[in-house]
Structures are given as structure tokens and as C-alpha cells.
């Protein structure tokens, strides 16, 4: 029987909270009286962490464990979980015991309210200051730049649509901007606060380092969000920009020239024009090259440019095949 949710967790060297992380997440589940299934992503760990995943996979028939052949990351690990997941209904999390599984009946509930995906919000933090700082930033900087506004983009505690995950295609450090690059889709989003804990075992993977590296890929999403499927309106209105500053510094110099008598030769001013005219040129030929390549891509790969909420009702009986002549 096909689950109704699936819980996707990725987990790297988690070896001390796999057993308590199965055992909550399961009084969690059995409260809500659906089928469920537990997708465990070991993310290359070296600890152990497979050995006790592969432990409990054999214990629990609902327990789900893939294993990667290295650390590839939680984005990584996160689109794994995608790929395999059956429920009607995703749920991410992390694995070392801060996100609460208590929380999950409450997030899939709001979440059959009518929204697509329900997001956590660690309200209260128990995290030193070192990361709710920069994180803090981040937030405000990413529903700035997105538009999608959320409290807490870090939190791995959601509830997602099953066609809405299947849509989602990630890499670099993206997993924390789901409710971003699924805008594009259409989708309806709700937040809704989360317990939040200390982490009792393990060590964080979190460092200063990876905040730099998520605002890299913020850059990334705002750019496909923006000017995905037509990259020629931000070079080539880029572009048009250099050639009109440059079209008006010339018309300039051509007045005071030919309207004042004065010499322009000497003047800085003259290299101004051709530099700014060539790089417009350059910009508006990029944006030309980026579009040719946006269409070879999204008709190569058959990736459409749309999202279809609902079909329009058909005639047909089911089963039928329309034949067309040729």
C-alpha cells in the first residue's frame, strides 16, 4: 500500500541520535493513523550511522534507508529523498533531534487546510548567537530579494505537496530556498511556529562559511526566479543601458565640439563612448546567447515553462487512446 506521508531525513554522522530520531518520529506518525514511510538519506557518513540505519531498516518494514556513496551534502541528500519518496504528502527534517517530530501532525494539518507547502519556524532558537545572527540576516536578505517572505528560510521542517517536490530540482545550498524556487510554481505557502531544541549530541555542520556560500546561491535563485526562461531582458536592457549612456556622452562631446569650438582631443571624456558602446554590444550578444540556451534546454529536456494546478475535465472514457492520423 502506497504511504500517505513521506518523511525524508538526511542524516551524516548522526550515529548517536538515529535510535532516538527513529523513535519519536514513529510515535509521531502512528499518533496521525496513515500509512507512512520513514526515508532515511545517509549522506556519506563515517561514523557509523549506516550500520544503525541499516539496523532499524530491517527492524521496521516502514523504515526506508538510501545510502550515498559520499558526502554530497543535504541539498544533495534532501533531492535523493525526493526522488524516492511515495506519500501523497512530504515532510523534511533534520536529523539531529532539534526539529521536534512532534510537530509533524500539526505542519501536515495546516498543510490539508488548503496550502502546497507549510513551513517551520524556530520562533524560539536554542542556538548560540553565532548562528542566529548571521541567520537572522540571511532571512531578511533572501524574503527581500525572492519576495517570498518567511521568518525562518533555515528551517528543514516542512510539509510539502507530493507535486510540488517532484517539481523541485536543487544543488548547491538550495534545500533552504524551497519556498523560493517553488514560487515559480504557483504555490501556496503558510508558516506556522516549531519547537526548537538544543543539540544534545553530535557535532553541528553548520559554520560561517556555508552562510557565504548560501548567499552565492541566493544570487543563483534570484537569477532563475527573475530571468529563468528569458535571460535577454537583464543583459540586453543591460546592454541597451551602456549603449544610451555611451550615445548620450557622445552627443556631448559632439556639442561642445561643433556648438562651442572647443578641442576634445585632450579629454578622458572620448574613451568613454566606445568603451561603453562595445560592452553593450557584449551584453546584448550574451543575452542572446543565454536565450538560445535556455531554449535548447528547456525543449532538449522537454522541461516545461508552466505548472498545471488542475486539468480541464474530459469526455473521454478512461483508457482511451486518441490516434492520430498521419
Known amino acids: 500500500m502506497r504511504p500517505e506521508i513521506s518523511v525524508v531525513v538526511p542524516l551524516y554522522n548522526e550515529v548517536d541520535n538515529v535510535a532516538d530520531l527513529h523513535r519519536e518520529l514513529t510515535l509521531a506518525l502512528e499518533s496521525m493513523g496513515r500509512p507512512y514511510e520513514i526515508l532515511l538519506v545517509d549522506d556519506g557518513s563515517s561514523d557509523g550511522t549506516p ?27 534532501f533531492s535523493a529523498g525526493f526522488d524516492h519518496a511515495r506519500g501523497r504528502i512530504v515532510v523534511t527534517s533534520d536529523g539531529d533531534l532539534q526539529n521536534d517530530p512532534a510537530d509533524i501532525p500539526a505542519l501536515v494539518a495546516r498543510l490539508e487546510q488548503g496550502y502546497d507547502m ?12 553565532s548562528r542566529r545572527l548571521p541567520s537572522w540576516f540571511a532571512n531578511r536578505i533572501i ?155 528547456h525543449e532538449s529536456q522537454g522541461k516545461p515553462t508552466y505548472v498545471v494546478k488542475e486539468h480541464p475535465r474530459t469526455d473521454e472514457p478512461p483508457g482511451d487512446k486518441i490516434v492520430r492520423a498521419r
Open 143 to 297: 524574503s527581500w530579494s525572492t519576495g517570498v517572505r518567511l521568518h525562518d528560510y533555515g528551517c528543514s521542517l516542512k510539509a510539502i505537496r507530493y507535486e510540488v517536490v517532484k517539481g523541485l530540482r536543487l544543488y548547491g545550498e538550495m534545500h533552504r530556498f524551497i519556498p523560493a524556487v517553488a514560487s515559480w510554481m504557483g504555490v501556496t505557502l503558510a508558516e506556522m511556529p516549531v519547537s526548537h531544541r538544543p543539540r544534545r549530541r553530535g557535532r553541528s555542520k553548520y559554520g560561517l562559511g556555508r552562510t557565504f556560500r548560501v548567499l552565492l546561491d541566493l544570487f543563483t535563485v534570484k537569477f532563475l526566479l527573475a530571468y529563468g526562461t528569458r535571460p535577454s531582458h537583464l543583459f540586453g536592457l543591460t546592454g541597451l543601458a551602456f549603449g544610451a549612456v555611451a550615445a548620450a556622452i557622445a552627443a556631448y562631446l559632439l556639442y561642445v565640439k561643433f556648438g562651442q569650438g572647443e578641442a576634445i582631443g585632450g579629454r578622458p571624456l572620448l574613451l568613454v563612448p566606445p568603451f561603453f558602446f562595445i560592452t553593450g554590444v557584449l551584453l546584448v550578444m550574451a543575452g542572446l546567447l543565454a536565450e538560445l540556451l535556455v531554449r535548447i534546454y
Open 51 to 77: 550500520e544503525r540505519l541499516v539496523e532499524l531498516e530491517s527492524r521496521d518494514r516502514r523504515v526506508r534507508v538510501l545510502r550515498l556513496r559520499r558526502n554530497f551534502g543535504q541539498t544533495a541528500a
Open 118 to 129: 507549510v513551513c517551520g519556524w524556530r520562533r524560539e532558537r536554542h542556538d548560540p548567537l
